[in-house]
């Protein structure tokens, strides 16, 4: 299973929607796929799993979508501590993470 | 919940080594423990996974062979061990609580990570 994420690099600025891609190949017989977010010097935190269930005491501007090879998680308005790289996970396979920068 | 691995290790290229995971907060038994490696600057790595109740293990193709991982839960530890480490750049080994199911696999919990430097 390989778990492409894009874009590689997002700029956005505080108060934007983010969208963020993951494409499973081959597609995934089940929607259990999750997401991380990692901040420098810090371990990830798990965001969503199940591809669209959000983890205890994430704020509910985080949301997950998608099924098949094509998911999406979706940062509804940008706070300055999201600023981050995410990684998409299924299973025993990671994508190559998404960095959200300011812009 | 919490995860405590032990603290970062500098070791010699043949030498062995055994890093550690102390969960507490929850029944250790009951959930397996899984361990992933990030180099500086890169993604996630998936190691392996291990069920503490009876150490069954499930290993990345990447890495068997090549690390070791096993776990006491009289005393709520998981451990990842090489028996002869090779030159590589630092690596960060995390532990992590792992939810697993027939097709899902997931961690919803993480220990504050291990740095391993091989250097001769």
């Known amino acids: 299973l390989v778990l492409t994420q894009s874009p590689d690099t997002l700029s956005l600025s505080p108060g934007q929607r983010a969208s963020l891609s993951c494409r499973a190949n081959p597609s995934l017989s089940s929607n259990y796929l999750a997401w991380y977010q990692q901040k420098p010097g810090h371990p990830p935190r798990l965001l969503i799993y199940?591809?669209?269930r959000r983890a205890t005491d994430i704020p509910d501007r985080f949301s997950g979508s998608g099924s098949g090879t094509d998911f999406t998680l979706t940062i509804s308005r940008l706070e300055p501590e999201d600023f981050a790289v995410y990684y998409c996970q299924q299973s025993s396979s990671f994508g190559q993470g998404t960095r959200v920068e300011i812009k | 919940v919490q995860l405590v691995q032990s603290g970062a290790e500098v070791k010699k290229p043949g030498e062995s080594l055994k890093i550690s995971c102390r969960g507490s907060?929850?029944?250790?038994?009951?959930?397996?423990i899984g361990w992933v490696r990030q180099m500086p600057g890169k993604r996630l790595e998936w190691v392996g996974v291990i069920d503490p109740q009876d150490s069954d293990t499930r290993y990345s193709p990447s890495f068997e062979g090549q690390v070791t991982m096993s776990a006491d839960k009289s005393i709520q530890t998981a451990y990842l061990e090489w028996s002869s480490l090779k030159a590589s750049d630092p690596a960060m080994f995390y532990c992590?609580?792992?939810?697993?199911?027939?097709?899902?696999?997931?961690?919803?919990?993480w220990g504050q990570g291990t740095l391993v430097t091989v250097s001769s």
């Open positions: 992590a609580r792992a939810r697993v199911g027939i097709s899902e696999l997931y961690f919803d919990q």
């Open positions: 199940a591809a669209s």
């Open positions: 907060g929850y029944k250790f038994s009951d959930f397996w």
